[in-house]
């Protein structure tokens, strides 16, 4: 807390990205593994009872891996992912968010809604090839409380 109203979070988050291209019949399915560290501005307002905020800043994540789904008609088949020298496991990116937060005992509910924006390319873009990157929509609900 730097007063009342403005606090800096940092955090260490577990965090699964995933995509899906087709239907349910025929399709290519990903979900990658991060570890991840935002560090976050925090504008908080509100009473003392529930509390409503606002947060944003940079991100810094590690790619640990990942397992990859195709299917077509019957056939389906999972393998986890591979790493490749074109692969860029760093990711540098940005995090927004709103939340609320509900005093309870000696702690507070906190209900989180976040938007991710990766700024790295998850490959090496060769010539005009566009460059893929994380777009992430989260919500999470947690129980906070002071060490």
Known sequence: MINDMFSIQPE???VQKGYKIGEDEAYLKGKSNYLEVP???KIGFGGEQVRGFVTG?????YWTGGKSTVKFGDMEDSED??????????ELGASFGIGAAYKVGAGELN?????GLGFS??????????????RV???SLAYLFSL
């Open 12 to 14: 260490l988050l577990y």
């Open 39 to 41: 560090v976050l501005a």
């Open 57 to 61: 800043g940079p991100t810094l994540g």
């Open 81 to 90: 992912y591979e790493f490749e020298d074109e692969d860029n496991r760093l």
């Open 111 to 115: 209900l989180d809604v976040r938007y």
């Open 121 to 134: 390319s998850l490959y090496e873009a060769e010539g005009n090839e566009p460059k893929t990157r994380n």
């Open 137 to 139: 929509f989260g919500v």
